[in-house]
Each structure stands twice: as C-alpha cells, then as structure tokens.
C-alpha cells in the first residue's frame, strides 16, 4: 500500500477515502515543523498540503518515493515546481474548486466597504445613534468594479458583480479575447483600471511579473476614496503602501485576506492595528464550508486516480 502524508486540515469525509486506499499520516499541524517532514518524507509516496507547507528543496529533496502532491487551493508559491519537474513529480491543484467560495467573499466585502455601516455597532449600541456620518455609503449599482486578473475567480466576481449594475473593467494580459457571455467587461491597461474604478480587486497568481504590482505609485493612480480587496497573494501588493493610503484618506477602504507573512504574528500584525477602513482575514476566502469540500473531494479523487493509472 503507498503511504500518503497530509500536513495541513482537510475535510474528515475526504481524509477517511484516502486512509481507505493509503496508509496515511495525517496531522493537520504538520505544516511548521520541517525537520519532522524531512524525516517522514523519504517513505511517502504522496503529499497533501494546503498554502502554508513550505515544500522546500530539502524536502524534495528527501522525497525519494514522491510521486505526487496535491494542493489544497491553487497557488503553487510554497512549492519548488521547478524541483519538481527535475525529479519529476506531478503537481495537482484544485483549480476552479474553491471559485465561488471568493467570489463571494470578494462580493461581500465590496457590501461592507462600500457602506461603512458594518463598523458602527460599538457607537449604536453606546447610544451615539451615528445615523447622519452613516448616511454618505455608496451602493455598488452604477460603481465601476476593477478585476486584476480574468481568469475563473475574476469571471465568477464579474458575473456577481454584473447582478448589481456594477460597470466591469479588467486587466489580464494573457487574455486575448473574452467569451460572449462576457460581452459586458471591457478590457483595460492596469493604469486605466486603477484611474476608472471605483473597487479593484485582485486576482492573480504570485509570479516574478506580479510581486509587487500593486505598490505606492499604483494607489496613487486609485481613485480617491477607492476600494482595494486582496485574495489573491500578500506579496503581490505593497502592504505599507496600503496602510498610507488608508490613513490618508486616499484609499476608503481595503480588505485583505493574504499577507507578506503568513500566518500573521502578534508583532508583524501590529502596523495594521487601528489603521482606519481595514478588514484583515486569515486567508480564508476560499474557505466555505462548501468550498472546502470539494477542494478536498477534488484533490482526494485526483491522487487516489494518479495511482490508478
């Protein structure tokens, strides 16, 4: 029987199919302790992890019996791909699983933000009753939604995004052409996006093209009082950049459920503190109960497959 390690947590469900057809070790904890890996790794012919298991080149390395990892969500930056491709390791990520889990969540914090409402609780129940400030929030009908990034997240945030009247621009500069069913998005350089549009939201992979992309220069293009949302990667913003436009003003908001350095600590976590209109989430987006299952059910199916062949 071939041996499957999970370091990360995935759905119970998924997990017991896998222990049917594998012997596993499954310890959802595993993620930050690399030297116990290192040692558990050599015997291991499959590897499941989510985002925050560093597969590194001592790893792979050790993986002498690794033939396959899949990948709970889509971003592959904590995995040594091109190590990979040398020993010849089959990469699955759960593409398209955990799609309409962000895309919601995009939605929602577009509502939130655009708003403002959502922050008063404290003042309401004080008796401060801070109706009049409240009153200046702004619907999402007729607001022009910036998508940074076009590809099946970017399309399921649209097509939401159509439902409200919003207006939609996107930058992708590998798309050539887009599906009638798409008619209604017009295609746009990054500088015109980030001049027109009322809410950007980001959506694309971490790469040497997008580290950054999104820096100091880039907020100063934003319109006054815009809104910024992040699912995608926290390297692909400048964070410090982000928290000026807050305080600034610049910016009327930002949600950001990815970081620089993650899992966030207490002391890394502290240039966010008080800073004015921020949402920060665990990274967390793509994490509906439902969408966790089925990245599980994806991935599950896909290694139990790959050994079926």
């Known amino acids: ?3 499957l390690l999970i370091t990360e947590i995935m759905d119970d469900e998924e997990v017991q199919k896998l222990q049917l ?6 310890d959802q904890n595993l993620f930050n302790n690399e030297e116990k890996i290192i040692q558990i790794i050599p015997e291991i012919d499959a590897l499941i992890v989510r985002n925050n298991t560093l597969v590194s080149e001592a790893i792979i390395r050790a993986a002498k019996n690794l033939k396959v990892i899949g990948r709970l969500g889509v971003g592959l930056n904590n995995i040594r791909v091109d190590l990979c491709k040398e020993r010849n390791i089959k990469i699955i990520p759960a593409t398209g ?22 922050f008063s609780s404290g003042e309401v129940i004080s008796g401060d009753w801070p109706r009049a400030k409240l009153m200046n929030g702004r619907e999402l009908y007729n607001q022009t939604l910036g998508i940074v990034g076009f590809g099946s997240i970017g399309r399921s945030v649209s097509a939401r995004a159509k439902s409200f009247g919003m207006n939609i621009v996107s930058y992708d500069p590998f798309v050539q052409s887009l599906e009638p069913e798409f008619s209604y998005v017009q295609m746009k350089s990054l500088s015109n996006l980030l001049q027109e549009s009322d809410i950007v939201s980001l959506h694309v992979p971490l790469n040497s093209d997008t580290e950054n992309l999104i820096n100091e220069s880039k907020i100063q293009l934003m319109k006054q009082g815009a809104i910024l949302i992040n699912t995608s990667r926290g390297e692909i913003l400048d964070e410090n950049a982000v928290i000026q436009g807050l305080q600034s003003g610049h910016l009327g908001g930002a949600a950001l459920d990815v970081f620089q350095k993650e899992p966030l600590t207490q002391e890394e976590g502290q240039k966010f503190k008080n800073v004015p209109n921020l949402l920060c989430t665990p990274h967390i987006s793509g994490l509906a109960e439902q969408g966790n299952k089925r990245v599980s059910y994806l991935i ?3 290694v139990i497959k790959h050994f079926s062949l």
């Open 21 to 26: 057809k594998f012997d596993t070790i499954y």
């Open 300 to 302: 599950a199916n896909s």
């Open 97 to 118: 699983a955990n799609t309409i889990s962000v895309a919601e969540y995009v939605i929602s914090f577009m509502l939130v933000l655009s708003r403002k409402v959502f």
């Open 1 to 3: 029987m071939q041996k």
